[in-house]
């Protein structure tokens, strides 16, 4: 039996900017011109020095990989599928939401313990650590720092209770490149933006229910014209392909997805477009 993460730390008060504090002290002197790099004082604490708040999450991760997630390994690494029970646990323990804040129904905690999370649950099966991994510090991340508050209220409680989220960047020829893409997302002078394309090697394809998808929407522009979209799993026109064969990790689903003239319509809440490359490099 798990106490949820959830539970236990949500009823504490979390701080990202406080918590910095606490691992970052610096002094400068008040002329910006003249000043110089012996004159400041640096006082970092070792990464190994966590708050009580991480230290419980890492504890309750750890407990949990080891006792419900260990003896599934080998299992689902044999038949290349994750055991959807477990998935449920690693929501009914908090552990898809831990940056979330609670009043979205998350951990509220910080990114740190997302990383000691992730951690944890690598050490015993880096198939799950990706699930646990892209969920949230790409999907639920994403949606906090560049959604709308109508995405965050439909979308986060979805996010940390039941609905595995995938990040869709990759292509065949855009990869490392990921600014050479060839998926479009044209404005079909309704208010609609219609995504064609396809995207290969995407992590969590199998589990997910909502997909952040990149496109671009005017490619005269370059990256400049990259955006991401919310596109849930049951949208007309998208389709999963079939999962790779892989010769490790292999619980972990990828999968390449197809885009048929995808509809998504700016006005609704499940399906808006959140920020552009180029803000983002602003």
Known sequence: MFVSAGTRIAQKSFSCLAK????????LLSNAN??????????????????????SIQEAVEKFANERLKPLVRKMDENANMDQGLIDELFANGF??????????????????????????ARVDPSVAILV???????????????N????????PKLVSDTVGSFCLS????????????????PDGKGNYV???????????????LFVVF????????????????????????????????MCIRASSTCPLHFENVMVCIETRTMLKIFTLARLRA
């Open 215 to 246: 496109a671009n929407t005017d490619p005269s522009k370059g990256y400049k014209g990259i955006t991401a979209f919310l596109v849930p799993r049951d949208t007309p026109g998208l389709t999963i392909g079939k999962k790779e064969d892989k």
């Open 96 to 121: 898809m939401g831990i940056e979330v804040p609670v009043n979205y129904g998350g951990v509220g905690s910080s990114f740190f313990s997302s990383i000691l999370a992730v951690e944890e649950v």
């Open 20 to 27: 910095a504090s606490n691992f970052c002290s610096l002094r």
């Open 34 to 55: 003249t000043r110089d790099i012996n004159d400041m004082e640096f006082s970092f604490a070792p990464l190994t020095s966590i708050s009580e708040d991480e230290k």
């Open 133 to 147: 991994d892209i969920h949230n510090t790409l999907i639920t991340t994403v949606i906090m720092q560049h959604g």
């Open 149 to 156: 508050e109508e995405q965050k209220k439909y979308w986060l």
């Open 195 to 209: 995504i064609n394309g396809t995207k290969l090697w995407i992590s969590n394809s199998e589990q997910a229910g």
């Open 171 to 186: 292509e065949a020829t855009s990869g490392s490149d990921a600014f050479a893409m060839k998926t479009v997302a044209k």
